[in-house]
């Protein structure tokens, strides 16, 4: 008879190796010296306490109003971009305000389809944070 590590040594083996790899969170701090991470997923903001209005994926029910960001500390939005599938970007609006944890701009009226808003916002200790938002407009 065969001692049992004999016989679960390689099946343990396959599992560690077989095991798919974790996906990689965003980075906000990209580009911050050692807090710089390998390429991120786009709009993957949950993990780094980022809450966005539209949500990553969201379908509304007719044009949003306002684009929100709120977050685990205080920004300021310095940023916002919208763009429609196959139209330019076009530049939104940011009022100059002082860093807080819930940032907002008025969006202009979005007809029907799928969009691609890009943000970004910055700390009070000058660290910048950007996103991208992906969303359709029913």
Same mark, same amino acid.
């Given at each position: 008879?065969? #001692?049992?590590?004999?016989?679960? %040594?390689? %099946?343990? *083996?396959?599992?560690?190796?077989? !095991?798919? +790899? ?6 906000? =701090? *990209? ?6 991470? %390998? ?5 993957? =903001? %949950? +993990? ?12 509304? =029910? ?7 960001? /709120? ?6 939005? @310095?940023?916002?971009? /919208? ?11 940011? !009022? +100059?305000?002082?860093?807080? $944890?819930? /940032?907002? !701009?008025?969006?202009?009226?979005? $007809? #029907? ?6 943000? @970004? ?15 359709? /407009? =029913?």
């Amino acid at each position: 008879m065969r #001692p049992l590590m004999s016989i679960l %040594a390689p %099946a343990l *083996a396959l599992a560690l190796t077989s !095991a798919p +790899a974790p996906a990689l969170a965003q980075d906000p =701090h *990209a580009g911050h010296g050692a807090m710089a991470a %390998a390429p991120a997923k786009p709009g993957d =903001h %949950a +993990a780094h306490g980022v809450v966005t209005s539209p949500a990553e994926g969201e379908m509304t =029910h007719g044009t949003p109003d306002w684009f929100t960001a /709120v977050f685990e500390h205080p920004m300021t939005l @310095t940023a916002v971009t /919208v763009a429609g599938e196959g139209k330019p970007a076009q530049a939104v609006p940011v !009022a +100059a305000a002082a860093a807080t $944890t819930e /940032v907002s !701009a008025d969006l202009p009226d979005l $007809t #029907p389809g799928r969009y691609v808003l890009t943000w @970004t916002a910055k700390g009070a200790d000058g660290h910048e944070m950007t996103g991208t938002v992906r969303f359709m /407009v =029913h």
